[in-house]
C-alpha cells in the first residue's frame, strides 16, 4: 500500500525493511535544518531503525537533507498543516496506519527529545519489550519546556550540537491536571513555564498549552490520533511515564511564530492563538527571559524521577537495573562537544549504537494515580 491520501507524496526510494522488531519514528516538519541532524542522531541512539517524514514544502534545505539519509523515507504534501494535520492530524494517521501498523511508533516534532526513566542504559527496544511484556501499548508523557539563560530573541544554537547544551534550564513545576474522562490519556496537564512566562498565570482564554502527549505506540491499523498526538482513539497506558524535553524558544522562534500566524490569517486553531500569544508578549519585552531563581539545569532520567515529573515503579526499576548492568551507560542527553572534551559526536553516537542503548527519560505519576485523581 501507498500513503496517497490528503496528497501525500513518497519522494525517497530507500528500501523498507519488513523486519518486525523495527522501532519506526515519524514526524511532521517544515524548514527544520537547524533541529534536525541531532533530532535524528538522538533518536538514532536511543533505538529508533528509521524514520518516515512528511516535509510540508520546507524552503531551507530540509527536503535535500532528509533525501540525504539512508534510515529517512520523505513524503510531500503542499496542504495546510493546521488544517488538515491538527484536529485530527489526517497526514500523521494516514501514514501510521499504512508503515506503522504491527510497530511500536515514535511521533515526534522535531523540537521533542524522548527521555524515560533509565534511559541512559536502557534502550528502546528493551524498553518497549518492557512495556508489551507489562500489557501496555500506549507510553504517556509530559513536556518539559527547556530554556537558555538569557533572554529568548538572544538565544544561540550551533547546528548537530546536543540541544541541552544551549538549552539546559527548566521549571520543576510540572502544571497543572484536568480530567479528560473517557479519554486516552484520562488526565492531561496544562501551564508549565509557558504559562508562567506568557498566560501570567491567568487561566483564561486561551487556555496554557497542554503538556501531555501520547508519542510511543504499539500502532494497529485503525488507531487514530485525535489533537494531534494529545489524545489517542484507544491505549492501554503504562503506568511508567516519561517525558519530551522540548526545545521551543531556538534561534528564529520569534520570526517562525509571527510567520505561522501570518500565513494562516483566517485560520481558527488553539495552535495558532498560542503563537499569537507568543508574538504580542516577546513584541511586548523584546528581553523577556524564561529562567529565574526556581528554575533547574537538567541531568539526567534520575533527576526526572527525584523531581516527580517521571515516573518509574517498582517492577521497571528493578527491570532497568538488571539491563543496566549487563553494559557500559550510554551518555546522557548533553551529548555535544564540552570545553576540554575532545570526544566528537560522532563518536559518541557510534558508541551509543555499538552498545545498542540508549539516551534520555522523563515521566510523572503513575497512571494509576492519574486515574484515581480523576
Known amino acids: 500500500m501507498r500513503a496517497e491520501q490528503y496528497h501525500l507524496k513518497r519522494l525517497d526510494s530507500n528500501v523498507i525493511s519488513t523486519q518486525s522488531e523495527e522501532i519506526r519514528g515519524f514526524a511532521c516538519v517544515k524548514n527544520e535544518i537547524q533541529r534536525l541532524p541531532y533530532f535524528l542522531n538522538y533518536h538514532r541512539a536511543l533505538g529508533v531503525d528509521r524514520f518516515f517524514i512528511i516535509d510540508n514544502r520546507s524552503t531551507d534545505g530540509t527536503r535535500r537533507f532528509l533525501l540525504s539519509q539512508p534510515d529517512v523515507h520523505c513524503f510531500d504534501c503542499a496542504d495546510s498543516f493546521f488544517e488538515g494535520n491538527v484536529e485530527p492530524p489526517r497526514w500523521t494517521n494516514s501514514i501510521l496506519n499504512v508503515f506503522g501498523d504491527g510497530y511500536w511508533c515514535l511521533t515526534l516534532d522535531p523540537d521533542e527529545l524522548l527521555v524515560y526513566p533509565f534511559c541512559e542504559s536502557v534502550n528502546l527496544k528493551q524498553f518497549c519489550a518492557f512495556l508489551e ?11 518539559v519546556d527547556m530554556y537558555c539563560d538569557g533572554p ?58 497542554c503538556l501531555t502527549k501520547v508519542p510511543l505506540v504499539r500502532w494497529r491499523r485503525g488507531k487514530r490520533y485525535l489533537v494531534v498526538n494529545h489524545l489517542i482513539s484507544e491505549a492501554i497506558i503504562s503506568d511508567v511515564t516519561a517525558a519530551l524535553l522540548h526545545f521551543k524558544y531556538m534561534p528564529g522562534f520569534f520570526r517562525r511564530m509571527e510567520s505561522s500566524v501570518a500565513d494562516n490569517d483566517g485560520v481558527v486553531e488553539k495552535g ?31 533527576q526526572l524521577i527525584e523531581l516527580g515529573l517521571i515516573y518509574s515503579p517498582r517492577d521497571y526499576t528493578q527491570f532497568a537495573n538488571t539491563e543496566g548492568h549487563r553494559k557500559r551507560p550510554t551518555v546522557a542527553v548533553g551529548a555535544g562537544v564540552r570545553s576540554g572534551d575532545r570526544t566528537t559526536i560522532s563518536d559518541r553516537l557510534d558508541r551509543r549504537r555499538d552498545a545498542k542503548t540508549s539516551p534520555m527519560s522523563l515521566g510523572k505519576r503513575s497512571m494509576r494515580d492519574r486515574r484515581s485523581a480523576s
Request: glycine share 8%; proline share 9%; aromatic share 14%.
Open 152 to 209: 529568548i530573541l538572544k538565544a544561540r544554537y550551533h547546528t548537530g550540537l546536543a540541544f541541552v547544551d544551549f538549552f539546559p534550564y527548566f521549571d520543576r513545576s510540572p502544571g497543572w491536571t484536568q480530567s479528560a474522562e473517557g479519554q486516552y490519556p484520562p488526565v492531561l496537564t496544562f501551564g508549565g513555564v509557558r504559562e508562567r512566562a506568557f498566560w501570567n498565570g491567568r487561566l483564561r482564554k486561551p487556555m496554557p498549552p
Open 133 to 143: 511484556k507489562a500489557g501496555a501499548d500506549t507510553l504517556a508523557t509530559n513536556f
Open 272 to 302: 495558532l492563538e498560542e503563537r499569537g500569544v507568543y508574538v504580542a508578549a516577546l513584541a511586548k519585552n523584546p528581553k523577556l527571559t524564561l529562567r529565574n531563581p526556581k528554575s533547574v539545569r537538567y541531568r539526567d532520567s534520575r
